[in-house]
């Protein structure tokens, strides 16, 4: 069984701060990661994806891949009210048939 | 370049009623994958297909459900007898290639409601 765990939260951070956001994962195998972010009632978006070991940086969004850990972040610095969403943790494997996702983590930031 | 367009975007079907769901991926997309969505619950994967060609449906229930993506028009996810408990949204995402490395964009979903 793949399984990919999320800290359900809600998470909650004042505007300004940084949000972290973290994910594991079971498969050694996988080799993709994405993060997407789904407002309410709306539909997932593509925020970022890693596949090296280490940090990738996309304006305020910064994810981390530790595969030795099985472990994937995202960090949101200068947090705003509009990065008030559920953020939902994707993998992918080797084999890559599919992408399993996380069951996500409630972020709110407070203005 | 339109996205994932998915319709209809809600669908209220009383019991025992088929459901169609339609789904036309990004413009050069290939691959398709159906998620269903419950209340409060993540994305749990249904089916992967490509053109003619049910790759993975391990996460199809075994009964009611069917999925296909003919040659020429949209994927379809095809839910027969409807439950209240197929009451969900339906998402659609598409990509370019197979699995590792292709990021899936998702359409706006399908709101099922079984009255």
């Known amino acids: 069984q793949k399984e990919v765990e999320q800290n359900s939260g809600p998470l909650s951070v004042p505007e300004g701060a940084i949000a972290s956001l973290n994910c594991t994962y079971s498969?050694?195998?996988?080799?993709?990661f994405f993060w997407y972010r789904q407002y309410s009632g709306k539909s997932p978006e593509l925020i970022m994806f890693?596949?090296?070991?280490g940090d990738k940086e996309d304006g305020r969004f910064t994810a981390q891949l530790n595969k030795a850990s099985q472990y994937v972040s995202l960090l949101i610095r200068d947090s705003q009210p509009s990065d008030s969403a559920t953020y939902l943790c994707?993998?992918?494997?080797?084999?890559?048939?599919?992408?399993?996702f996380g069951t996500g983590t409630s972020l709110t930031v407070i203005p | 370049n339109a996205g994932v367009m998915q319709n209809p975007r809600h669908l209220v079907r009383r019991r025992g009623q088929e459901a169609r769901l339609r789904c036309s991926p990004m413009?050069?997309?290939?691959?398709v994958y159906w998620y269903r969505q419950l209340p409060e619950e993540g994305l749990k994967f249904m089916v992967y297909?490509?053109?003619?060609?049910?790759?993975?449906e391990s996460g199809m229930p075994k009964e009611r459900f069917s999925a296909e993506f003919p040659k020429e028009g949209p994927s379809i996810l095809r839910i027969q007898q409807v439950v209240r408990g197929d009451s969900a949204a339906y998402f659609c995402?598409?990509?370019?290639?197979?699995?590792?490395?292709?990021?899936?964009?998702f359409g706006q979903g399908t709101r099922l409601t079984v009255v």
């Open positions: 498969d050694r195998g996988s080799q993709s």
């Open positions: 297909l490509q053109k003619e060609n049910i790759i993975d």
């Open positions: 413009k050069g997309h290939s691959h």
């Open positions: 890693i596949y090296s070991n």
């Open positions: 994707a993998v992918s494997p080797n084999t890559g048939n599919q992408f399993y």
């Open positions: 995402a598409s990509s370019t290639r197979k699995g590792a490395s292709a990021e899936a964009f």
